[in-house]
């Protein structure tokens, strides 16, 4: 079996992740808080590429009106039948669609074109929305035209409306979609041309990794045997910076979208040790984790942050306590992922995230019951 390394960014991709986070609000300052709580920790090199991605989407989207209609219509947030993620509209029109074969916005936006042009000739239809957007099959099954295989989806009602018109004139969403974002993707090009430790970073950790085991043999560790069910003779290779934990694959042998090789996209939090069957934190992390929130007070903090956001002062001054002594259980509240920051007005916003917490409680079955 072979592999292809391609590097560099493709652009349409990241733009879009990009432009999703932001739109959502969704910070990679929290995502990295999110992921030492599952992992007990972050090595610097990772750490320091999450902050410096922060602040290279305010720099690159600082301009945009993240309430503009047409941005929120591609952009905003929606909750798919797959439990793992949400997604929205623009996702959906590009990570359905991937080949990894062009690098280029014009170039891809052109071949996603193609590409369900093709599979509406070939008489394909929509099975579900998932993790790496919408599914397909071919043959029987299907619950009829396009506007019955949009309403058989589990979407918001009004989401699915939009997406059926979308979908129905495909060719003017996609240039829609083009001109919307093109110069918000010629800015993204130049910053990541500035900065090539960004992605070379990461290209250079993926080389050593595949210096000692094969990617299928790495996408088998991570999910399992099924991931490779179809598997072609040649496979691309592909990393994402925006996408963070994002892990996108396809075989030749089980694709209706990209029949000619296998791909694995690699967003820029995936490491060789990352997992998608289980969580895997030892005793001396979980333990750390633990003692976090041993405290009543953090507790009482998590419970009122559950209810309402608020910053440092308000929140000591509501619960009787020192500023300071607030500001230190902010923060390691905060460390370990417990806690959003939004930053607004000059003042730091704190909620509890609902999703961490989640996660922390299977830490701690994974740990005590294995």
């Keep these: 079996m072979s592999y292809e390394i391609i590097r560099g960014p493709f652009i349409l991709m990241e733009t879009v992740e ?3 986070k932001y739109v959502n609000n969704i910070s990679f ?59 929205c509209l623009a996702l959906m029109l590009t990570c359905s669609f991937c ?19 093709s599979l509406q000739k070939r008489g394909a239809w929509i099975r579900r929305c998932g993790i790496s957007g919408l599914e397909f099959s071919s043959g029987c099954g299907s619950p009829g035209d396009v506007f019955d295989q949009v309403y058989a989806l589990e979407l918001p009602a009004d989401f699915r409306l939009t997406l059926y018109k979308t979908l129905r004139e495909f060719r003017s969403s996609m240039e829609e979609l083009r001109t919307l974002i093109e110069p918000v993707a010629e800015k993204l090009q130049t910053a990541l041309e500035n900065e090539p430790w960004l992605m070379g970073g990461m290209e250079q950790y993926w080389d050593e990794v595949w210096k000692h085991q094969e990617p299928h043999d790495f996408l088998v560790r991570t999910a399992d045997e099924t991931a ?38 690699i967003g ?9 069957r289980r969580l895997n934190v030892d005793i001396g992390g979980g333990g750390a984790i633990m003692k976090s929130i041993g405290d009543k007070k953090r507790l009482e ?44 007005s000059l003042k730091n916003y704190y909620r509890t995230d609902p999703e961490a917490i989640r996660n922390f409680l299977k830490v701690v079955e994974t740990t005590i019951l294995g």
């Design 18 to 20: 990009m432009l999703y």
């Design 99 to 117: 080949t990894m074969k062009v690098q280029d916005l014009r170039g891809n936006i052109e071949e996603i074109c193609q590409i369900w042009e």
């Design 228 to 265: 490779i069910v179809g598997a072609g003779e040649k496979t691309l290779v592909a990393y994402s910076l925006m996408s963070c934990d994002r892990l996108v694959f396809d075989m030749a042998g089980a694709s209706l979208i990209c029949q000619e090789h296998n791909f694995l996209y």
């Design 301 to 344: 903090i998590l419970q009122r942050l559950s209810k309402k956001r608020s910053y440092c002062h308000e929140l000591a001054d509501q619960m009787g306590l020192d500023p300071g002594h607030m500001s230190r259980n902010l923060s390691v509240l905060h460390s370990y992922g417990f806690l959003r920051q939004e930053r607004e």
């Design 268 to 276: 820029s939090t995936v490491t060789k040790d990352s997992t998608a």
């Design 29 to 87: 300052l929290n995502i990295a808080s999110r992921l030492r709580l599952l992992r007990g920790g972050m090595d610097a090199e990772m750490q320091r590429r999450m902050e410096r991605l922060q602040k290279l989407t305010q720099e690159v989207c600082g301009g945009l009106d993240p309430n503009d209609p047409v941005l929120r219509k591609y952009f905003e947030k929606v909750a798919t039948d797959c439990y793992l993620d949400d997604t």
